[in-house]
């Protein structure tokens, strides 16, 4: 069984600050991690791919991968309220489809 | 580039009534995902097409779910007697390439059963 584990929240932190949403996952042989925002009512939407360890950077947010801890993070800096959403991890481990955590309520407190 | 699109947008059925979605993903993407959401969970896989070929089904999908892709492009997601279990948003994806590539999801159907 797959699974992807997040703290569901609520997340809130002050505008300008930096948000840290994490993600962990149980196959050790996972191979490809995403981050996806999710408004309400609304669909998923990519955010963030990452495949290495360690460190990837793409504007205000940073993806971070440790595959030996089998944990994968999202760093929003400078958050702003536009922030305000639901963040999914995904996890891909070989199979035909994602495996998606339940995902992570982050409010951002102008 | 329009994006993954899926018609309709919202449902609302009645209990034992039949239902369609479409989605069409995005052009020249080989492969084609449903999943479906309920509230406050993730999204869960349904299906999986590579061109037209159906290729794995979860567990999920019971008898009562079938799915298409007749000509590699366009897909349809039938539930015949819906229940009201069936309520949730109704999510297509596509990718292009090899499997773990990046999914771009559709809006969503959401379907409410009476």
């Known amino acids: 069984q797959k699974e992807v584990e997040q703290n569901s929240g609520p997340l809130s932190v002050p505008e300008g600050a930096i948000a840290s949403l994490n993600c962990t996952y149980s196959?050790?042989?996972?191979?490809?991690f995403f981050w996806y925002r999710q408004y309400s009512g609304k669909s998923p939407e990519l955010i963030m791919s990452i495949y290495s360890n360690g460190d990837k950077e793409d504007g205000r947010f940073t993806a971070q991968l440790n595959k030996a801890s089998q944990y994968v993070s999202l760093l929003i800096r400078d958050s702003q309220p536009s922030d305000s959403a639901t963040y999914l991890c995904a996890v891909w481990a070989g199979a035909n489809n994602l495996f998606f955590g339940t995902g992570t309520r982050l409010t951002v407190i102008p | 580039d329009t994006g993954v699109s899926q018609d309709p947008r919202h449902k609302i059925t009645k209990r034992g009534q039949n239902v369609t979605f479409r989605c069409d993903p995005i052009?020249?993407?080989?492969?084609l995902y449903w999943y479906r959401q309920t509230l406050g969970q993730g999204p869960e896989f349904l299906t999986y097409?590579?061109?037209?070929?159906?290729?794995?089904k979860s567990r999920l999908l019971s008898d009562r779910f079938s799915a298409e892709r007749p000509k590699g492009s366009f897909s349809t997601l039938e539930i015949q007697r819906t229940e009201q279990g069936d309520s949730a948003m109704y999510l297509c994806?596509?990718?292009?390439?090899?499997?773990?590539?990046?999914?771009?999801f559709g809006p969503g159907t959401r379907l409410t059963v009476l």
């Open positions: 052009s020249e993407h080989n492969r």
């Open positions: 196959d050790r042989v996972s191979q490809s």
């Open positions: 994806a596509s990718s292009l390439g090899t499997s773990g590539s990046t999914q771009y």
């Open positions: 097409f590579q061109n037209e070929a159906q290729l794995e």
